[in-house]
């Protein structure tokens, strides 16, 4: 129940927010998300962003992913 | 085998399996001939010592303006590319128009406009046409039918059918995939979204007699309409009872039309083009067809995305980006967009 | 892609399985139940690249397939009152319901059309004030509040016009049921967007009784396998418990103001999901405060119950006990054109996928 895809935002108007996959761009509401700045990623979801994508998380996820690829020490 | 609809459902023309049980078991079987049951591109047909392609096509696409094009061009694009395809040097179309009561004659204009600069472009000529006029309601604005005839040189005879397919033969396609459809589907639905998608819409008759005259390697070509590049490949299968191995790294796919499919859960792979050729071309001429195509503006995209294999027979293996493998079948239902 | 590409890395996947295949040693059933996993399952052809003892089950994780045909049959019901527009998203429209679909109710002259988002249709609602829109709702705790979201600014803009069918669902309750029916698993690949939303904590209790471990898993190749590493790792060091994967984009407490609008609009009731019978609290009904937006209160839509077609399976599929192969209607009257039972009526149904990616 889940096709979500992280978006860019571009900018905010109000309730909803410009975002943008690539050259594709879609006004999206931010009626289920709070504080969301331009710049930040979002996951659009049946035309709603519904929560933000942690860029922290994000490179530590990566970052575990490419240990293991090293053969390194890895923990969940 | 599943009951047959009582009634007719949209699905029946989308290009894929419904639409090929409707040929097979009401079309065929009233009127089915040898040159008809091979359901080429377009009928390859002996004259008196020459060999003549003949197609016919309808064009009733919404909306009939679109980014890229408009109904009227792609009605010749079609008509050219089912005989170029075929081998043929497309030469001759008829169009016949059926008009809704209250279509705007500016719109028309357009359109007939469109057609006829795209025919001059195609080099080819409108030699004879219809038109009709219904009431309000009773078409959608404007449905074009054309019929096509080329001449076919005796060297290129056997593209039409497939000629020395063999395991091992490339799979070519000439440019990206997926343009046409979503162009259309986005100007036609309103899901709101921006994007710089226009349709392939072309003729490609210049470019593959580029190709063919330079070139004796193109064993079979189809243009990936309805249905998509995954239903020739499924047909083109089955038709010659081998195996094809797809690289999906090496589909060339345009980055909106890679973003929308991932955000409605599209497959680029079953969406219709308007302006793309699928070769299958010998290993030897692989190479250098790639390039004869790469240097030609329409071809610049073009790559190669598979084989013919000896292995699982009649079917088509993707072997996805990320090195795992699965079956394409051909088109059940027009793609349509996904939340889950 | 940003966020998309990374995740989908060969090297990394071949790292994963690498990793997964040295460290696994017992037969591991695991179930995911998320119509979005079961497709990137099949998508990225994932069951080629992971060793055979260890089994992915597709559970009941997809909307479309676990709502009852009834839903369809009253969503038919809906678009052929007069002056009705019925709005919904795509996932819906090819679905048989007992007698009819809604594509085919758009064949005969009904006014339907695919909206992407519910608030499409709250806006063809607000543009077209003679006519009534209704909305089937389907889908989570992904898509409920959204949902919600849309009845609140129907309220709020006063916008008269506009009717949800509600056949939303919530995940905990299935899953608790599946584990009390005995299936036989080893652990859980939670959904991610699911989770995003409603947070982890509800997996909690799921997990002590059962003793399984949940993992809540993204949608990339790279996020399913590491969410699987996770759990043979749990396995083996016999230590189930509640763990996100997807951490970029879910946290234990999930989205407040999602699940706060969830909650005002909706309570939980007792609801029939399609091939495993009534399952309590696990359906979200709309609140009477909201009653004026809920087609059924509002419109005499009474359909006739509607039986199984004989020889489907679908109940024991999504349970996880058969697969599609087992079944004998699958690939001969039952297929994605034509289909037969709850599994293969959605794209992302488990006999669905399994015929597109796997015959």
């Not at chain 1, 860019?8 to 996959?21: N, P, Q």
């Not at chain 2, 008809?36 to 591109?41: G, K």
């Not at chain 2, 449905?143 to 063999?166: H, L, P």
Request: charged content about 25%; glycine content about 10%; overall charge negative.
């Amino acid at each position: 129940m889940c096709l979500a895809i992280p978006a860019r935002v571009i900018s905010i108007d109000g309730t909803s927010a410009r975002v943008a996959i690539e050259d594709v761009e879609y006004q999206a509401s931010l009626l289920l998300l709070e504080d969301v700045r331009p710049g930040e990623y979002v996951l659009l979801h049946a035309g709603f962003a519904i929560e933000k994508v942690d860029p922290e998380e994000a490179a530590e996820t990566l970052r575990l992913l490419n240990e293991i690829a090293a053969g390194g020490e890895e923990a969940p | 085998m599943n009951g047959m609809e009582e009634r007719i459902v949209m699905s029946h023309g989308n290009g894929g399996v419904k639409m090929q049980e409707l040929i097979r078991e009401v079309f065929l079987r009233h009127f089915g001939n040898r040159t008809l049951n091979e359901q080429t591109d377009a009928a390859i047909l002996p004259a008196d010592g020459q060999t003549l392609a003949f197609t016919t096509d309808s064009f009733v696409v919404d909306p009939i303006f679109f980014p890229g094009g408009n109904i009227g061009k792609l009605a010749v694009c079609g008509t050219v590319n089912d005989l170029a395809v075929s081998g043929a040097t497309p030469r001759w179309i008829s169009v016949s128009f059926i008009l809704e009561e209250g279509l705007p004659l500016r719109e028309l204009e357009m359109i007939v406009s469109s057609l006829a600069e795209e025919a001059r472009d195609a080099g080819v000529e409108i030699v004879t046409g219809d038109t009709k006029v219904v009431n309000k309601g009773k078409c959608d604005k404007i449905f074009i039918n054309t019929a096509g005839i080329g001449t076919i040189r005796e060297e290129d005879r056997g593209i039409g059918f497939g000629r020395n397919i063999s395991p091992g033969d490339a799979i070519l396609v000439s440019g990206t995939i997926g343009d046409h459809g979503m162009a259309v589907m986005n100007a036609r639905e309103s899901f709101n979204f921006t994007l710089p998608v226009i349709s392939d819409c072309a003729s490609l008759n210049h470019l593959i007699r580029h190709v063919l005259d330079r070139s004796e390697g193109v064993r079979f070509m189809r243009d990936p309409t309805r249905g998509g590049v995954a239903t020739v490949l499924s047909e083109l299968a089955v038709k010659t009872g081998m195996g094809i191995d797809i690289e999906e790294q090496a589909l060339p796919v345009g980055n909106a039309v890679k973003a929308m499919c991932e955000i409605l859960g599209y497959d680029p792979l079953y969406i219709a083009n308007e302006g793309k050729v699928l070769m299958v071309v010998s290993k030897e001429e692989t190479a250098h067809v790639l390039r004869l195509l790469n240097d030609y503006p329409l071809g610049r995209d073009a790559a190669v995305i598979g084989h013919l294999s000896g292995d699982h027979a009649g079917k088509v293996v993707l072997r996805t980006e990320t090195g795992g493998k699965r079956f394409i079948g051909a088109l059940t239902g027009d793609p349509l967009p996904r939340i889950c | 892609m940003k966020y998309i590409d990374e995740y989908r890395k060969k090297e990394l996947i071949t790292a994963l399985t690498d990793e997964i295949r040295r460290i696994s040693r017992k037969e591991v059933a695991l179930m995911e139940v998320c119509g979005g996993h079961t497709m990137a399952i099949h998508r990225f052809g994932l069951h080629s690249l992971l060793p055979a003892n260890i089994r992915l089950i597709s559970g009941p994780g997809c909307p479309v397939c676990v709502s009852a045909r009834q839903f369809i049959d009253t969503a038919v019901a809906c678009s052929t009152l007069p002056g009705s527009i019925l709005a919904t998203y795509g996932d819906l429209i090819r679905v048989p319901g007992s007698a009819s679909s809604l594509e085919k109710e758009k064949a005969t002259g009904s006014d339907v059309r695919i909206v992407y988002s519910v608030l499409d249709a709250v806006e063809l609602a607000a543009g077209n004030p003679e006519k009534k829109v209704f909305f089937p709702g389907i889908g989570f705790e992904t898509t409920a509040p959204a949902t919600a979201a849309a009845i609140v600014r129907a309220k709020q803009e006063n916008i008269r016009n506009f009717f949800v069918l509600s056949a939303h669902k919530i995940m905990p309750p299935v899953m608790a049921a599946l584990v009390r029916d005995g299936v036989r698993l080893d652990g859980f690949i939670a959904p991610g967007h699911v989770s995003a939303i409603a947070g982890t904590e509800m997996y909690r209790p799921l997990a002590d009784e059962s003793g399984l471990g949940v993992v809540v898993a993204g949608f990339e190749p790279t996020d399913i396998l590491q969410a699987v590493l996770m759990l043979v790792k749990q396995l083996e060091s016999a230590r189930p418990r509640v763990e996100i994967q997807y951490r970029r984009s879910v946290r234990p407490e999930g989205n407040r103001i999602a699940m706060d609008l969830l909650d005002r609009v909706f309570e939980l009731k007792d609801d029939a999901w399609r091939g495993l019978g009534v399952i309590p609290l696990s359906g979200l009904k709309i609140r009477e405060e909201y009653a004026e937006w809920d087609a059924e209160r509002n419109f005499d839509l009474a359909v006739p119950p509607s039986d199984e077609p004989g020889g489907c399976i679908c109940g024991s599929v999504l349970r996880g006990l058969k697969t599609p192969a087992d079944c004998r209607l699958f690939a001969t009257a039952c297929t994605p054109a034509d289909p037969v039972g709850a599994c293969m009526v959605s794209s992302e149904g488990a006999c669905a996928a399994f015929y597109k990616y796997r015959r």
